[in-house]
C-alpha cells in the first residue's frame, strides 16, 4: 500500500508525505476453489501455502469436508509440507465427490509449531443428471369419479432415471389459489397510473375479501402457529445466497416449500390492517401525483397529455371500491373524481365534434371499445351531466344501443353493464343473451368463449373480456352455475402463477371475489386414492380444503403415478396435479 499526503497552510506552504507499507501475514494457506462441484467426480483440489519469515517452516495442511447444514465431518486428508524462507509451493488433495449431499463445507488448514491459519467456503455440489419435471393435470367435478395414469411413472423402465421428488396435489376449492395469489398481485413494480390503480384496488379488496371471509384469518393463523420458532436462524447454507441460487437452478424440487411459505407469510401480511392501510395511503399519494389538476390521469409522469385509457381504468377500480362500499372514497375524493369525469366528458365532446367534421354528421361512424368504456364509467358515477356534454354523450350511448351486435365480446359486456345501469334491462338482457349464444362450455374448463383470444391490443385481452363479460352477467342477469363455470375458465389461466398483466389482474380479481357469495365457504369433499391407498384427511390443509402429499427418493414407488378421484355429488370443481 503507498500512503500519500499533500498538507498545505494560508501561505500556501506546502509540504508531502509517502509512506509505502505491505500488509500480509508472515504465513498463510490460499486454497484455489472451483466455483461449484459436481456429483460423482473425482476432484484434484490445490492451494498455495505461503511461508514469508525469515526461518524454514515445516507442518501439515489438512483438507476437511464437512455437511454444509449440520457441519459433521465425512472427509480429512492431511500432507506434510516443508518451505523454505520466503518461499510459496503448493499442496493437493484428491477426493471424490459425495452423491447424498446438495452442498459441502470445504475447510484448509496449515500448521507449523510457530504459525496456523485456515480458510473454509460452502460450495455447491450439482447433480450428474438432467432435470425433467413430468406433469399429469388432475380434474373432477362434483358427482363424478375419475383414474389417472402417469405413465412416465407407472410404466418407466429407463436404467438411469432417479426420481428425486413425486407430489400430489388437490385443491378442493381453487378460489383459493386467488386469495393466495393476492399479495404479489397487490404488489406495485411499476409505478404507472395503471400499475398504481391496481394495486391499491387490490390491497383495498382484500381487506373486504378478509372480513367478509374470516376463514381466511383462521387458516393462515393456524399455519403460523405451526411454524417452528427455531426456523427464523437460518443455516449457514441458507445465508450463503450464491451457493442457494446455484442449487435452486439445478435442484428445482428444493424450491416447492420455500415458495410454499413465503406465499402464506405473504397471506399474513393482508392481515395487518394497519399495514394495509399505510400501504393504500402511499399508493393513493403516488397516484395524485400523475393527475393532473384539471382531472385526468397520466400514464406515466405528469407530462403532455393525461391518458384517458388510464383515467378510465383508474376511475373504474375507484368506482368497483365504491361499490363493494369500502371506505377509500372520502368528499374531497368525491370532488376529484367529478373533475375526472368531467375530463373524459370534454375528451369525448372534441372527439364527437370532430367525428361530425369528418363524418357527415357521424353517420358512417361505429362505435369504439373506448367509447363504451366512457358510457360504462358514466352510468357508474352519478354525477351530473352538464348541458354542453349532453349532445355528445347521447350520440354516442344511441350508437351504441343500435351497433352493439356488431362489437366485439368485450365491447358487448361493457354495453350491457352500462344499459343496465342506466335502468334499460331489457336491452341489457338481450346484450347478455346473445353472448350466451355465443359461449361453449366443457367440464375441465367450464363457460368460455372460444373466439375470445388475446392480441396486442388493450380491448383484445382475454382476461379482461371474460372478466368483464363476469360482471355484465352478475349485474344483469345473474345465474349462480354459470358464474361459476365462467370463474373455473378465469383460475384454469393462473394455475400456476398470476394473470397476463396488471389490468388482467385486477379484472379477474374483481369478478372472481366480487361477484360470488361467500365462495371461499363452499366446500367440495374429495376422496383421493394413489397407488390403491386413500390419502388421509390430516394430509389435509385445513380450512383449505387442498391435499399437497410430497415423496422423495427411495420412498417413490411405480404405482404412486395412479391416482382416482371421487367427488361427493353436488359438489364444485375440484382440480390438481401430480408431477
Given amino acids: 500500500w503507498k500512503f500519500m499526503a499533500l498538507v498545505h497552510d494560508a501561505d500556501v506552504n506546502t509540504g508531502t508525505v509517502v509512506q509505502e507499507i505491505v500488509s500480509q501475514k508472515d504465513f498463510y494457506i490460499s486454497p484455489n476453489y472451483p466455483r461449484f462441484l459436481r456429483m460423482g467426480d473425482t476432484c484434484s483440489f490445490t492451494a498455495n501455502v505461503a511461508n514469508l519469515t525469515e526461518n524454514a517452516q515445516k507442518g501439515v495442511a489438512k483438507m476437511q469436508l464437512l455437511d454444509a447444514v449440520t457441519e459433521n465431518i465425512f472427509v480429512e486428508q492431511t500432507v506434510n509440507f516443508e518451505l523454505g524462507a520466503n518461499k510459496v509451493d503448493a499442496v493437493e488433495w484428491k477426493m471424490a465427490v459425495p452423491n447424498e449431499l446438495d452442498a459441502v463445507l470445504v475447510r484448509v488448514t496449515a500448521e507449523t509449531e510457530s504459525f496456523a491459519d485456515a480458510e473454509q467456503k460452502i460450495l455447491p455440489i450439482l ?247 366512457y358510457l360504462r364509467i358514466r352510468s357508474q358515477f352519478k354525477f351530473d351531466l352538464r348541458e354542453n356534454f349532453k349532445d355528445s354523450y347521447k350520440f354516442y350511448y344511441e350508437l351504441m344501443k343500435k351497433q352493439w351486435p356488431t362489437s366485439s365480446l368485450y365491447g358487448k359486456a361493457l354495453a350491457a353493464i352500462c344499459l343496465e345501469n342506466n335502468g334499460e334491462h331489457e336491452a341489457a338482457l338481450q346484450v347478455v343473451n346473445s353472448l350466451r349464444e355465443l359461449s361453449a362450455q366443457s367440464d375441465e374448463m367450464g363457460m368460455y368463449w372460444p373466439s375470445n383470444k388475446s392480441t396486442w391490443q388493450w380491448e383484445d385481452d382475454a382476461i379482461s373480456t371474460q372478466a368483464n363479460i363476469m360482471e355484465a352477467f352478475y349485474a344483469v342477469d345473474p345465474v349462480e352455475n354459470e358464474l361459476s363455470e365462467m370463474g373455473i375458465w378465469l383460475l384454469n389461466q393462473k394455475r400456476t402463477s398470476l394473470w397476463d398483466n396488471d389490468i388482467a389482474n385486477a379484472e379477474a380479481i374483481k369478478a372472481l371475489l366480487m361477484n360470488h357469495t361467500n365462495i371461499l365457504a363452499k366446500a367440495n369433499n374429495v376422496r383421493v386414492e394413489q397407488g390403491g391407498n386413500t390419502i388421509t384427511e390430516k394430509e389435509k390443509t385445513e380450512g383449505l380444503g387442498s391435499y399437497s402429499v410430497t415423496y422423495t427418493d427411495n420412498e417413490i414407488k411405480p404405482e404412486m403415478g395412479k391416482v382416482k378421484l371421487t367427488s361427493e355429488a353436488g359438489g364444485n370443481i375440484s382440480w390438481g396435479g401430480l408431477y
Fill in 127 to 373: 447433480p450428474n443428471h438432467m432435470t425433467l419435471t413430468q406433469t399429469m393435470p388432475l380434474c373432477v367435478r362434483g358427482g363424478q369419479t375419475k383414474e389417472f395414469d402417469l405413465k412416465n411413472l407407472t410404466e418407466n423402465t429407463s436404467a438411469s432415471l432417479e426420481n428425486k421428488l413425486l407430489k400430489l396435489e388437490i385443491c378442493e376449492n381453487p378460489v383459493w389459489n386467488v386469495v393466495k395469489c393476492m399479495p404479489e398481485a397487490a404488489n406495485c413494480l411499476l409505478y404507472t397510473s395503471i400499475s398504481l390503480s391496481a394495486s391499491l384496488y387490490i390491497n383495498a379488496l382484500s381487506q373486504k375479501v378478509i372480513k367478509d371471509n374470516p376463514i381466511i384469518g383462521e387458516v393462515v393463523g393456524k399455519w403460523v402457529a405451526k411454524q417452528d420458532s427455531g426456523n427464523a436462524l437460518l443455516s449457514n447454507l441458507q445465508k450463503n445466497e450464491d451457493v442457494k441460487e446455484v442449487r435452486l437452478c439445478e435442484t428445482p424440487w428444493t424450491k416447492v416449500a420455500v415458495d410454499e411459505n413465503k406465499q402464506m407469510a405473504a397471506l399474513h401480511g393482508l392481515l395487518d390492517t394497519v399495514a394495509v392501510k399505510e400501504k393504500c395511503d402511499n399508493l393513493q399519494s403516488h397516484l395524485d401525483k400523475l393527475r393532473s389538476h384539471n382531472g385526468g390521469y397520466y400514464w406515466i409522469c405528469s407530462f403532455g397529455k393525461p391518458s384517458v385509457y388510464s383515467t378510465l381504468f383508474v376511475l373504474d377500480n375507484y368506482a368497483c371500491l365504491q361499490r363493494a362500499g369500502i371506505p377509500i372514497i372520502s368528499n374531497q375524493r368525491k370532488k376529484m373524481l367529478d373533475d375526472d369525469v368531467n375530463f373524459l366528458d370534454r375528451y369525448f365532446l372534441e372527439k364527437y365534434e370532430d367525428i361530425k367534421k369528418k363524418t357527415t354528421g357521424g353517420v358512417n361512424y361505429h362505435v369504439s371499445v373506448v367509447d363504451l368504456y
